[in-house]
């Protein structure tokens, strides 16, 4: 007979609750700080903790890039990331990006190149975008197209969307 205590997979307080761990985050320049359980899911943190609804929920594997942000400035999934993980870190969310009334470089390219069509790829494709412009500035198509085989958008094509990162990356090179 096996004596080993059960596998638990948070830890309990010993009632019956999990516990709960510190969280500080900056989140879209603003300084966060919760009690969150360990494994609450970064995008779960953002959408329902935070009301940050333009991080999507596709698939929860990692593979349709809905959910993607940036974490310290690089592209991340929140479906995969705990938000515990998150610890100390700077994320940025689409939300960052610009509002409807006032639209950054990104959003107007996507707008004007028809990069979006029922839009829900499209937060995930603005922060993956967003960090081509600033790591890769001088990637051509074929660069962006694999930069951004990562995200999947089941309306464009991608044309529209790889357009709109090549016009904002150009000229983003050019002012360097």
Not at 29 to 51: A, M, W
Not at 72 to 92: E, K, P, T, W, Y
Not at 148 to 159: A, E, I, V
Request: hydrophobic share 35%; aromatic share 4%.
């Amino acid at each position: 007979m096996n004596s080993e205590p059960a596998l638990q997979l948070s830890p309990s307080t010993g009632d019956g609750q999990t516990e709960l761990h510190d969280l500080w985050v900056i989140v879209n320049g603003e300084v966060i700080e919760r009690r969150v359980e360990p494994r609450l899911l970064l995008s779960d943190f953002l959408r329902h903790t935070l009301g940050l609804t333009g991080t999507h929920v596709g698939c929860e594997h990692g593979v349709c890039g809905a959910c993607t942000i940036l974490v310290d400035g690089v592209s991340m999934r929140a479906c995969l990331m705990l938000a515990v993980q998150a610890n100390g870190l700077s994320i940025q969310t689409v939300e960052a990006l610009g509002s409807p009334d006032q639209l950054n470089p990104l959003q107007q390219a996507f707008r004007e190149c028809h990069g979006l069509q029922c839009g829900f790829c499209t937060p995930g494709m603005l922060m993956t975008a967003s960090e081509i412009v600033e790591r890769y500035p001088n990637a051509d198509e074929a660069q962006i197209r694999d930069l951004l085989s990562g995200n999947l958008c089941r309306c464009t094509g991608y044309q529209g969307i790889v357009q709109a990162v090549m016009a904002c990356a150009k000229p983003h090179s050019e002012s360097k």
